[in-house]
Nanobody, 127 residues
């Protein structure tokens, strides 16, 4: 059974940086499309950044382009979301997700996520 566990959230001042991590257990991350999503209370879940299993196509939501970077270390079965120049509107609970298969582009996975989910980690950007 695949499990995902996020870490790295916290409180940061505007303009600061955080790196979220998500460890996948029970399978090989290299076989998975992966992504980061966020959701605030009462709002719809939003795909922040996703990447295909072969790292061939990365998708970024418009508001995070140039500030966030998705990556993975398949040897460590870990995905990352490096967040820089953080803004108060980035405050949310962030979730990682993964789905096995080579058919998902980054854009497709961020708009139609399936598979396994982590428990979420809170990111708060505030002075």
């Amino acid at each position: 059974q695949v499990q995902l566990v996020e870490s790295g959230g916290g409180l940061v001042k505007p303009g600061g940086s955080l790196r979220l991590s998500c460890v996948l257990s029970g399978s090989k991350m290299g076989d998975y499309a992966i992504g980061w999503f966020r959701q605030a209370p009462g709002k719809e879940r939003e795909g922040v950044s996703c990447i295909s299993s072969d790292d061939g196509s990365a998708y970024y939501e418009d508001s995070v382009k140039g500030r966030f970077t998705i990556s993975r270390d398949n040897d460590k079965n870990t995905m990352y979301l490096q967040m820089t120049s953080l803004k108060p509107e980035d405050t949310d609970v962030y979730y990682c997700a993964a789905a096995v298969g080579s058919d998902y582009s980054g854009s497709y996975y961020c708009h139609s996520p399936i598979g396994s989910w982590g428990q979420g980690t809170q990111v708060t950007v505030s002075a």
